[in-house]
């Protein structure tokens, strides 16, 4: 991530997922100590090859379960990464062709009907390039309610003109292909901020936040085999497990963590530049 990026990442999410991330650091330490106390105090009073038989089974199962359940959850958020991303291809690719079925309305119409799809789609462009925030209580992204307003009023004006220069009446056979364009261009405006909401249910996330808490301390259980504490093995346990989680949380915002899609947007933009 570019430096200059730094002043368009949302405070209130930086916080929230490394606030997240730190408490979870912290606690898995913690729980590797516990762990590993208890461990001691076992060894101490259980003494025999056989006190430990049996428990290696019910750690792999536990480690196991949080292995498949933070693959898919890294999987899932990079699907929906990668959808977002799309999206704005396809968004692009709907405004082009809306422009030009658009020219094939001749004379004034034309020209006024195009004047209005770009209105439409600038304001598409600075909806995302606006600085928005994130709604902690809904975890959500907060886009601008006056551009949005803006984009509802452009896209009625659009709209309403299409529907005028094509009558019941009067039928032009360039309507037959340039509604069904503009219609697919408002269809993929809405999957954009359909997909910007679309993230696993809350569950998923605790549940993968105590599993780890829970395999910290089986890992620090284990580690009472040895006398001497580790505490490079430590570290890097709960190092890898907080960036898993704090990767996870922040491709599921990829407009307002380190991980961002604004690389795309410029499709779109470049779209707009070519209305000519």
Not at 64 to 73: Q, S, V
Not at 119 to 141: G, I, K, N, T
Request: proline share 3%; charged share 20%.
């Amino acid at each position: 991530m570019a430096a200059q990026d730094w002043d368009s990442v949302p405070m209130v999410f930086l916080f929230f997922a490394a606030g997240i991330s730190t408490i979870f650091f912290v606690t898995s330490l913690l729980a590797l100590h516990y762990g590993r106390a208890l461990g001691l105090r076992y060894r101490k009073h259980e003494v025999g090859s056989d006190s430990m038989a049996g428990l290696g089974t019910v750690e792999g199962a536990i480690f196991g379960i949080m292995g498949l359940l933070l693959a898919f959850t890294i999987s899932g958020a990079l699907q929906r990464f990668d959808d977002r991303r799309q999206l704005v291809l396809q968004e692009a690719a709907a405004a082009a062709t809306a422009f030009d079925r658009l020219g094939l309305f001749e004379g004034e119409t034309g020209r006024d009907l195009r004047n209005k799809l770009k209105e439409y789609v600038r304001a598409r462009v600075e909806l995302y390039r606006m600085q928005h925030d994130f709604l902690l209580w809904h975890r959500m992204e907060d886009f601008s309610r006056e551009q949005q307003t803006q984009l509802v009023n452009h896209k009625g004006h659009l709209w309403d003109a299409a529907l005028a220069a094509c009558p019941k009446s009067a039928y032009q056979p360039a309507c037959g292909v340039t509604l069904p364009a503009l219609n697919t261009l408002f269809e993929v405006s809405r999957n954009r901020a359909g997909a910007a909401e679309k993230h696993p249910p809350q569950i998923v996330h605790v549940m993968l936040f105590g599993l780890g808490l829970g395999c910290s301390l089986l890992a620090g259980f284990g580690m009472s085999a040895s006398r001497a504490r580790s505490w490079l093995h430590m570290l890097l346990f709960a190092g890898t497990l907080t960036v898993a989680l704090y990767i996870v949380i922040d491709m599921e915002y990829p407009r307002l963590g380190l991980i961002r899609i604004e690389t795309f947007d410029h499709f779109l933009a470049d779209a707009l530049d070519q209305m000519q």
